[in-house]
C-alpha cells in the first residue's frame, strides 16, 4: 500500500545525509569528547563542527548554540531558566496558542508564585500587539511566544514583536521548532534573545534539540552536574545526534528557497482541492501568514478520528486537533483559543508537508478524501438537519 | 494511537443499520456536537412487541461509530423488557472491550437506548433533558447518571467516571463532587478537604483587598482558559457584584460558571456567606 506521510509537524522522516553523517559515530568514534585522551578527545571537534552548522542556519554564533535533548527542553530551559535568573517570583507573558512545552511550564511557574499573562488570539489565530504591550510589566522576566503555530502553520510577526519587547527591555524567548529549516531565520535581523528548535522537525532522529541564548543573556541551566555545553547544560553529549542536526541543517539552508516554493505549491494545491471537492469545509487559521508546508481543515459534522482512522486504512498519516485523537474530551487548545466552533474543531485534520512528499500524495489524498468525508457524512445525525434547513 | 479490538475496527469499518426508518416507533437522540459525540437511534416494533428493525446515525470517533452498531445488533429481536435490561457494559463486551477512555461511547449508546424507549412508551421528546442536578456543568452530566455509572460499572476513580461519561473531562471544577458521590455509592466515608479558615474581623478595605486577589488568583485564570473575564463591580456587605466579560458574557453556562467557578472560591477565601451578583454592563 502507499504510504503517504502528511504529518510532518509531528515528525519528520529522517535525511538519509543525516543518517550517513552519524553512522560513524556509533561505530568508530564513539568516545566522550571531554576524554583527555586521543580517543575521545578527537570527538569534540565534531561536536563543535555541527554547532557551527547550526549557528549559520540561524544567523548565531556558534558560542549562543546551547544543544539539548528535545525542542520541550529547550522551551522548559528558556523559561524557567530566566525566571530562575531574575529571581523572586516576576511576571511571565506567554500566548494561550503556545506548544504544551511552553504553557505547561509558565502554568507550573505560576503555580509556585509567579504571575503569568496569556495572550488570546483571534479567529485567525493572530495576537493583539497592542494587548503584548500593555502586559508588559517593570518585573516581567521573560516573554514566550511561538514563531510559528504546530497546529495551524500561524506565523506570528515576530519582528514586531521583538521590538516591542525588546523596547521595554525585556527578555524575548521563541519556540521556533516548526520554523527553524523550513523558513529563513536570521536571529541578527530578528533580534530574540533565545529560539527553540529541534532535530526531528528538519529530518533528524527525535532525541536533539537546541537552544539560541543571545550573548549576554542572563539564564539559569535546568540541569546541573558538569561543564559540558558551557557549564549551561550539564550531560555527555549525544554525540551522533548533535552530528546529525548539524549535518540537518546544513542541507535545510540548501534546500530551503526551492522546496519551500516547491512544498507550498502542493500544500495549496491539496488544500485547494479539499475546498473543491468537499463541502462544509473551512481552512483554520491566518491563510495568508502561515508556514508553507501546514494545512489545518475543519470538516464540519464529522469526527476527527473518524477521519484519521479512515485515512490510515489508505495510508494516509495525518492529525487532528479533534478531542478523541488525543485522549482528552476537549478539542485542541489552540482550536478552543481561536474560538473555532465545536462543529468544527471536533472535525479538524492537520496536513503537514516536508520535501519528501511527492505530487503522487496529493493526488491519493485527493482520491482518498472526498469518498471518506462522504462516508462519514452519511454515517452523521446532523448532516440531514442541516440538509432539511437548507431545503 | 488506541488499541481497538478487530471487532471495534470492524464495526467501525462496516457499521451495521446504519440509517432512518420510516415513521420509528421509538426514537432516542443524545449527545451534540459541542460534546463531540452524539447518537440518534429509531426502532420499529413487529406485532409481537419485539424491536424488528433499528437504525442509527452516529457523529463521533471510530469507537462512538462502533459501540453504536453494536448496540443495534444486540436489540435486534428484542422485547422491549430485554432491550431496556442491555447495560454499557454489554456493548463493551460484545465489541472485545473497549479502550477505559472510550467507555463513554457504550454509556451513550445505553442512554440513546433508554431514550428511545421512554420515546416509545410516553411519547416523551427522543432528546434527554437534563433532569435533576447537574455536576458537570461543561459535559451537562447530572448527579443521577454519575451515581448510576458508578454502581453499573462499580467505578472507584474520578478518572473513571470521566472515562465514562465525561463528567469532569472539561474544566476539573466538579472532581470534588464526583469524589462524594462515588464514596456514596460505594458506602465509603467522604473525605471532605477543609476549606481553608477565612481571616476574622477584616475592614471592607481589606476584604474588597481580598476578593480582588481571589478573583485573581483562582477565578480569572479558568474564565480566561476559555477566553472569558470577571470585573468586580462593587461589595455591599456580602454581596458581590460582578461582570462578566468576553466569552463569559454570552455563555449559556454561565450561570454554572458563576456558581461553581466564581461564588465558591469566594465563599473558600473570603468569607462563606459570600453571595456573587452578575450586573450586566
Request: with cysteine; proline share 4%.
Amino acid at each position: 500500500m502507499r504510504n503517504v506521510y502528511l504529518d510532518n509537524n509531528a515528525t519528520t522522516m529522517v535525511a538519509p545525509e543525516v543518517r550517513d553523517a552519524m553512522t560513524p559515530f556509533f561505530e568508530e568514534l564513539w568516545g566522550n569528547p571531554s576524554s583527555i585522551h586521543t580517543f575521545g578527545g578527537q570527538v569534540g571537534k565534531y561536536v563543535e563542527e555541527a554547532r557551527e552548522r547550526v549557528a549559520a542556519l540561524i544567523g548565531a554564533d556558534p558560542s549562543e548554540i546551547i544543544f539539548t535533548s528535545c525542542g520541550s527542553e529547550s522551551d522548559n530551559m528558556a523559561v524557567r531558566g530566566a525566571v530562575e535568573a531574575a529571581g523572586g517570583y516576576p511576571h511571565i507573558i506567554t500566548t494561550r496558542v503556545e506548544h504544551p512545552a511552553v504553557l505547561a511550564i509558565c502554568r507550573y511557574l505560576e503555580s509556585r508564585g509567579c504571575r503569568l499573562t496569556e495572550l488570546g488570539v483571534d479567529s485567525k489565530g493572530q495576537l493583539d500587539l497592542d494587548q503584548l504591550k500593555d502586559s508588559l510589566r517593570a518585573d516581567t522576566a521573560i516573554v514566550s511566544i511561538m514563531w510559528a503555530n504546530n497546529e495551524t502553520g500561524v506565523l506570528f510577526p515576530i519582528d514586531q514583536i521583538a521590538q516591542i519587547v525588546k523596547g521595554a527591555g525585556c527578555i524575548l524567548h521563541t519556540d521556533a521548532v516548526q520554523v527553524v529549516g523550513k523558513l529563513p531565520v536570521n536571529v541578527r535581523e530578528t533580534p530574540v534573545d533565545m529560539l527553540s528548535l529541534a532535530g526531528h522537525k528538519l529530518h533528524t532522529p527525535k532525541g536533539v534539540g537546541a537552544l539560541y541564548v543571545r550573548k549576554g543573556t542572563k539564564l539559569n541551566p535546568l540541569i546541573h552536574g558538569g561543564h559540558q555545553e558551557g557549564g549551561k547544560r550539564a550531560g555527555t553529549e549525544n554525540v551522533p545526534y548533535i552530528v546529525g542536526l548539524g549535518r540537518a541543517c546544513d542541507l535545510a539552508a540548501v534546500n530551503m528557497k526551492e522546496e519551500m516554493i516547491r512544498v507550498k505549491t502542493m500544500r495549496d494545491r491539496l488544500e485547494d482541492g479539499i475546498l473543491a471537492t468537499c463541502s462544509d469545509v473551512r481552512v483554520n487559521g491566518d491563510r495568508e501568514h502561515r508556514l508553507p508546508n501546514t494545512s489545518n481543515v475543519g470538516f464540519e459534522y464529522i469526527e476527527g478520528e473518524a477521519i484519521l482512522l479512515m485515512l490510515d486504512e489508505v495510508g494516509i498519516a495525518a492529525s487532528s486537533g479533534s478531542a478523541c485523537t488525543s485522549g482528552s474530551l476537549e478539542p485542541s487548545h489552540v482550536m478552543r483559543a481561536m474560538g473555532v466552533p465545536f462543529t468544527a474543531a471536533h472535525g479538524s485534520i492537520r496536513f503537514s508537508l516536508s520535501r519528501y512528499n511527492t505530487d503522487e500524495d496529493i493526488d491519493h489524498t485527493l482520491k482518498h478524501l472526498p469518498q471518506i468525508v462522504k462516508r462519514l457524512r452519511e454515517l452523521s445525525p446532523f448532516v440531514q438537519q442541516v440538509g432539511a434547513r437548507r431545503e | 494511537m488506541w488499541d481497538y479490538t478487530e471487532k471495534v475496527i470492524d464495526h467501525f469499518r462496516n457499521p451495521r443499520n446504519v440509517g432512518a426508518i420510516k415513521d420509528p416507533d421509538g426514537v432516542g437522540e443524545v449527545g451534540s456536537l459541542a460534546c463531540g459525540d452524539a447518537l440518534k437511534l429509531m426502532f420499529k416494533l413487529d406485532d409481537q412487541q419485539r424491536i424488528a428493525d433499528v437504525k442509527f446515525q452516529t457523529f463521533g470517533c471510530a469507537s462512538a461509530i462502533a459501540a453504536s452498531s453494536a448496540l443495534t445488533e444486540i436489540i435486534k429481536g428484542m422485547t422491549l423488557g430485554e432491550a431496556e435490561k442491555v447495560t454499557n457494559k454489554d456493548i463493551a463486551e460484545y465489541l472485545g472491550g473497549l479502550p477505559e477512555q472510550k467507555m463513554h461511547c457504550s454509556v451513550m449508546g445505553r442512554e440513546a437506548l433508554e431514550a428511545a424507549i421512554r420515546n416509545y412508551r410516553t411519547g416523551e421528546s427522543a432528546t434527554t433533558e437534563l433532569e435533576g442536578r447537574v455536576v458537570c456543568t461543561c459535559f451537562g452530566v447530572t448527579e443521577d447518571e454519575i451515581e448510576r455509572i458508578v454502581r453499573d460499572n462499580n467505578l472507584s476513580t474520578v478518572e473513571e467516571v470521566t472515562n465514562y461519561c465525561k463528567a469532569g473531562g472539561g474544566c476539573g471544577g466538579c472532581h470534588g463532587e464526583i469524589a462524594e458521590i462515588i464514596s456514596r455509592v460505594r458506602g465509603e466515608p467522604v473525605q471532605v478537604e477543609q476549606p481553608r479558615p477565612a481571616p476574622k474581623r477584616i475592614t471592607n478595605i481589606e476584604r474588597i483587598k481580598l476578593i480582588e486577589e481571589t478573583l485573581e488568583r483562582e477565578i480569572r485564570p479558568r474564565l480566561r482558559q476559555d477566553g472569558g473575564d470577571i470585573e468586580l463591580v462593587d461589595v455591599e456587605g456580602n454581596r458581590v457584584l460582578v461582570s462578566f466579560r468576553k466569552a463569559c458574557a454570552q455563555c449559556p453556562a454561565a450561570k454554572f460558571t458563576m456558581k461553581d467557578v466564581v461564588e465558591a472560591p469566594l465563599r473558600q477565601f473570603v468569607s462563606p456567606d459570600i453571595v456573587v451578583e452578575e450586573v450586566k454592563p
